[in-house]
């Protein structure tokens, strides 16, 4: 029987995946890799003055900070944040429906940019890779809006949204670039980089 290429390459270290996001497990089952999940709190703060990118691949290390003295060998610590970033501004997650609203209103009918950093990290050393998916809202309606955040109340996601619920469905118009990334994490570049790693 074949066996998966990466699993196999895998099998030698410990995987520790450092979130909570339920999406981004799931990706890690569905790429066939043995996983742990760890979880440490860690405060998002960012340097002001940072665009973009650069917040996400910041927020992604940082977050690998707190487990600096626990990892073994062979481990590979995989931390990550994903960003809406839209007309030069970064979009953070809502902290309620008010909130969220403003944010469904100001994606309608416009183009937005959603960056992932993942951040590998070893004893030994870090990897930081980054991906940025452009997304396209038609025009939302108020009922669309309403029905939307009282039926999925997204306020664990990044710009209001999961392009895996019913407003990605029926909202979004085009999408240019990667679409696992836009639920939270680019496999494509995951797999390369544990592949690369492994050796």
């Not at 062979?74 to 501004?89: C, G, M, P």
């Not at 930081?128 to 939302?140: A, G, H």
């Not at 494509?188 to 790693?197: A, R």
Request: proline share 4%.
């Amino acid at each position: 029987m074949t066996s998966n290429p990466l699993k196999e390459k895998l099998a030698s270290y410990r995987i520790l995946l450092a979130s909570g996001s339920p999406r981004r497990q799931q990706f890690f089952k569905d790429l066939g890799i043995d996983f742990e999940i760890v979880l440490k709190p860690v405060k998002e703060d960012y340097p002001k003055g940072l665009k973009g990118r650069e917040i996400a691949q910041y927020l992604a290390q940082l977050k690998a900070t707190v487990f600096k003295n626990s990892l073994r060998k062979n481990d590979i610590l995989i931390t990550a944040d994903t960003i809406v970033w839209f007309q030069d501004r970064f979009l953070a997650k809502p902290e309620n429906t008010a909130e969220a609203r403003e944010i469904l209103q100001q994606l309608s009918g416009n183009w937005h940019e959603v960056i992932t950093a993942v951040c590998f990290t070893t004893l030994t050393k870090s990897v930081l890779v980054s991906c940025k998916t452009q997304v396209k809202f038609k025009d939302l309606s108020e009922e669309e809006i309403r029905f939307y955040l009282e039926m999925y109340e997204p306020f664990d996601k990044a710009g209001a949204y999961g392009i895996q619920e019913w407003l990605g469905y029926i909202g979004i118009e085009e999408i240019r670039g990667s679409y696992t990334n836009v639920v939270g994490l680019p496999t494509h570049l995951v797999y390369k980089t544990l592949m690369d790693m492994a050796g």
